[in-house]
């Protein structure tokens, strides 16, 4: 490492520390904002034009789509963002049919795996407000065949099934305490569909709109503005604000069916700006109040009087205003912004044009920035932890997926060195960088997310799986890229070291071959 050092050019070290500086910059914008991208309208630009506004504009990383259109996932391909796709109602029944199940995947899913970050498919939307007895029979068969079709296609760990509902399933939602699914659809639809979600680890998820259930009286609890409040004499608990009173509702119900450990999800939620004139708090500022309120509370991991200390996974309805939708005049102006993507109102989700300019090159970072990089990885869970069988699977499940996670792991190829541990530290985190790093990316029960580089927690670990000492992640980088920029013969692992290098100079390589 000492003469190392010697030969290492200043461009080198400029050219770590921008790296380092711009993936922490980068991480400190995003948040999870998720948006309904709806589409009922004739003025809308291309798919793929609003897919670069989200990625390069907005901190906008999760989409629900409410079709799974060929142009609207080929749009998101290589963005990075997470993408929700919709069986729509009608071809629920049809679902229940293994065969057809298949066949959609096949024709609406599996062409875009490699290059789009499918990440869920909502089986149809709020089925049960339909009354459509055949729709409401069919909907957990079908979400169930469906699961069934992504277990033979490998891609049930990346991709979950669930199906949004809109509060109109509960039959009592005050106070939120006494939450009750409605009678009849609780232990025939919502109790086989609450365990489906439990096994396949997916969240119920809810439609909940205080502007819908708001007068001209809570109009200040249903924008998280100061009010009265609603206090709750069963549990002596107060809440300031009408979503927490709603989602508290529905985990009040699903507690009742012995479900109160699955997660949920917020699949629409939003605030027209415009309505017909006797509408009282409909316009720009409030809509605006309502969106930067609710960003602001659903991730700030407050959580609700009866879920303390949780995030939801959250959905804004919706990413435009749109022009063909019937009804009264909100329904139409539900959106974040205008079909020529200027913003309707501002609530912090467009980056500045100087963090956008400056994405990549971020100088000011440098000496920001400590001597620590922290580019998160996904590694898999501790020395001991995770069974080399299950390591196994998500190699050979990567392998069929993209061949960039798989080809340096081969027998020629530059990364091989036959011991499972190490194949797999290489493929789930090609997975998880080049997938655009978000939590549902390569989501593998036996890998975590990590500051740690992958390379470096598999030299952590001995031969008898006890943690060694090692380099900094800093030495590390200097290292990989020493390899890359000062030698010329190809790169030859020889050791559990090299090969984490090589992890590494994959990872590199693959940044530095994208963004610049
Ligand atoms: C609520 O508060 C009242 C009055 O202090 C008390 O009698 C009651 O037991 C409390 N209930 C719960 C569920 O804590
Ligand atoms: C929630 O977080 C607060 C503050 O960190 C802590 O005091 C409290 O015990 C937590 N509650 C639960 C239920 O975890």
């Not at 089925?127 to 409401?136: G, H, M």
């Not at 913003?343 to 000496?367: C, E, M, Q, W």
Request: hydrophobic residues 40%.
């Amino acid at each position: 490492m000492e003469k190392a050092m010697a030969t290492f050019s200043a461009s080198t070290v400029t050219t770590i520390l921008l790296l380092a500086a711009s993936t922490l910059y980068i991480q400190g914008v995003e948040g999870s904002i998720g948006v309904n991208y709806g589409t009922v309208a004739n003025n809308l630009p291309p798919p793929a034009q609003v897919a670069h506004f989200l990625l390069e504009s907005t901190i906008v990383n999760r989409v629900r789509l409410f079709d799974a259109s060929t142009e609207m996932l080929r749009a998101f391909a290589h963005t990075g963002i997470a993408v929700t796709v919709t069986v729509t109602n009608d071809q629920i029944p049809h679902l229940t049919n293994i065969g057809f199940a298949q066949e959609w995947l096949k024709s609406n899913v599996q062409p875009h795996v490699r290059t789009t970050n499918i990440v869920r498919i909502l089986v149809g939307n709020e089925v049960i407000s339909t009354a459509n007895k055949l729709l409401i029979a069919s909907l957990v068969p079908a979400m169930q065949t469906l699961h069934a079709a992504l277990v033979g296609a490998s891609l049930d760990r990346r991709i979950k099934i669930s199906t949004p509902h809109s509060l109109g399933i509960l039959s009592s939602s005050s106070p939120p305490s006494g939450g009750k699914f409605r009678q009849g659809y609780d232990t025939h639809v919502l109790k086989p569909l609450l365990s489906f979600l439990r096994a396949t680890n997916s969240p119920f998820m809810i439609n909940p709109y205080p502007f819908f259930g708001s007068s001209p009286e809570t109009l200040d609890y249903a924008l998280f503005r100061t009010s009265s409040g609603v206090f709750d004499e069963n549990t002596n608990l107060s809440y300031t604000n009408m979503l927490d009173a709603q989602l508290d509702a529905v985990f009040s119900a699903m507690k009742l069916l012995g479900f109160s450990d699955i997660e949920i999800a917020i699949s629409e939620t939003g605030w027209p700006s415009l309505g017909d004139s006797s509408q009282v708090g409909v316009d720009a500022e409030s809509a605006a109040q309502y969106n930067r309120n609710l960003m602001q509370h659903v991730t700030s991991g407050a959580g609700t009087p009866l879920m303390p200390n949780r995030t939801f996974e959250t959905y804004i309805f919706a990413l435009f205003n749109e022009d063909l939708k019937p009804g009264p005049t909100c329904e139409r102006n539900f959106g974040l912004f205008l079909p020529d993507m200027t913003p309707v109102y501002d609530i912090g989700i467009l980056r500045s044009t100087v963090a956008a300019a400056n994405k990549f090159h971020h100088a000011t970072y440098i000496s920001a920035k400590s001597s620590i990089p922290t580019n998160p990885s996904l590694v898999p869970s501790d020395c001991t932890g995770a069974d080399l069988e299950a390591l196994q699977r998500n190699i050979d499940h990567l392998c069929g997926l993209e061949m960039q996670y798989c080809t340096p792991i081969q027998e020629a190829g530059e990364c091989f060195l036959p011991m499972v541990r190490v194949h797999a530290a290489f493929s789930m985190n090609a997975c998880y960088q080049g997938t655009g790093k978000n939590d549902f990316d390569c989501d593998f029960e036996t890998g975590e997310i990590s500051n740690v580089d992958p390379s470096m927690s598999l030299s952590f670990c001995t031969h008898d799986n006890t943690p060694t000492q090692a380099h900094t992640p800093l030495l590390f980088l200097i290292e990989t890229l020493l390899q890359e920029f000062a030698i010329s013969s190809p790169f030859q692992a020889a050791s559990i070291e090299g090969i984490g290098a090589c992890s590494g100079l994959f990872a590199m390589k693959k940044r530095i071959g994208s963004e610049d």
